[in-house]
């Protein structure tokens, strides 16, 4: 498996993700879950074909993608003849990072999934900072999201049992090219709408008191110290 590049490297390409996922959604109905496993059916089907298969996916292979985890589950339990490698790409997180001028070093980071994070009721620390992954696709379950809503309201909901409605918040999203630029919306909890959020939407929280990486060891080399 392979990264985007692998268009250019390998004859027995299976396709990218985007590619396979949609000859999958017939009736823009079916559950993301029976798509991520027929994509993955659909990889080790193609070893019938081809000795040697690349599987191209948008940025890190397995970040916030499962059809790669669920195609190597099952090859390495039951196709032992077959060698698996995988190849790290810059994630959507990465370019977080980068975008916003984050060092997660410094206060330490949350990351949870949106619909985890409030059916799970995960508790938020507001010392840290929070990331909020997949914000537009809460109580959505099919890959098509033209017409349905995320509840946003849900989220926003969840948020303002741990931050002030006047916390500010970053609606970010990745460039998907390098000839596109990120989309960097600063707002807070109270304002955000629902036309901003997006299927590519992530949230970005700052903590609510910044602590200095510089005084933070200052403190560990004092307590060393004593």
């Not at 990120?182 to 959020?197: D, R």
């Not at 299927?199 to 602590?211: A, M, N, P, W």
């Amino acid at each position: 498996f392979k990264q985007k590049t692998a268009y250019e490297i390998s004859l027995g390409l299976v396709g990218s993700e985007m590619c396979i996922r949609d000859s999958y959604q017939k009736d823009k109905q079916t559950h993301r879950s029976n798509i991520y496993h027929a994509i993955a059916e659909h990889i080790i089907n193609e070893f019938e074909h081809y000795d040697n298969i690349c599987f191209a996916l948008y940025g890190h292979p397995f970040f916030c993608a499962q059809p790669a985890l669920h195609a190597i589950e099952k090859i390495t339990k039951d196709r032992k003849d077959i060698t698996i490698y995988n190849f790290p790409a810059v994630s959507a997180l990465d370019c977080l990072w980068t975008d916003l001028k984050v060092n997660p070093a410094e206060n330490g980071m949350q990351l949870y999934e949106a619909s985890f994070m409030i059916y799970r009721k995960i508790p938020l620390l507001t010392q840290v900072d929070l990331v909020v992954l997949q914000a537009g696709l809460i109580d959505i379950d099919t890959i098509y999201t033209g017409k349905e809503k995320s509840r946003v309201d849900k989220l926003i909901s969840y948020l303002l049992q741990f931050y002030n409605k006047t916390h500010s918040i970053t609606i970010y999203e990745a460039a998907q090219f390098p000839s596109q630029e990120p989309k960097i919306i600063n707002t807070n909890l109270e304002n955000i709408k629902a036309s901003e959020i997006s299927t590519l939407t992530t949230l970005y929280i700052s903590c609510e008191k910044r602590i200095l990486v510089e005084n933070s060891l200052f403190l560990c080399s004092n307590l060393d110290a004593g």
